[in-house]
């Protein structure tokens, strides 16, 4: 049973910094790419940032320069750096790990429960 358990939200002001980790139990495979979604009040869970099991990183046009994901494999977590932080970076940030099954491209997603982050103007 995968369980992806997030930490690290909270309350900050804009302009401040926070860090989010995840940690990944469960598992006796690697996940071929680990990420953060968030979703804000009435609107769509998005992508803010994810790493592939090669270590290959992509980041929504919104975040990039200010926030940074990173991992470390023998704690099996991933943290998402949220650096220069704006009222509009306020949601719910969830954990996401994927694995690929096959070769046709199937995939299979495993989420956390999510952490609130809310950036005060």
């Known amino acids: 049973q995968v369980q992806l358990v997030e930490s690290g939200g909270g309350l900050v002001q804009a302009g401040g910094s926070l860090r989010l980790s995840c940690a990944a139990s469960?598992?006796?495979?690697?996940?071929?790419?680990t990420g953060w979604y968030r979703q804000a009040p009435g609107k769509q869970r998005e992508l803010v940032a994810h790493?592939?099991?090669?270590?290959?990183?992509n980041y929504a046009d919104s975040v990039k320069g200010r926030f940074t994901i990173s991992r470390d494999n023998a704690k099996n977590t991933v943290y998402l750096q949220m650096n220069s932080l704006k009222p509009e970076d306020t949601a719910v940030y969830y954990c996401?790990?994927?694995?690929?099954?096959?070769?046709?491209?199937?995939?299979?997603?495993?989420w956390g429960q999510g952490t609130q982050v809310t950036v005060s103007s």
């Open positions: 996401n790990a994927r694995r690929v099954l096959n070769v046709e491209g199937a995939s299979r997603d495993w």
């Open positions: 469960g598992s006796r495979f690697s996940f071929d790419r």
């Open positions: 790493i592939t099991s090669g270590g290959m990183t």
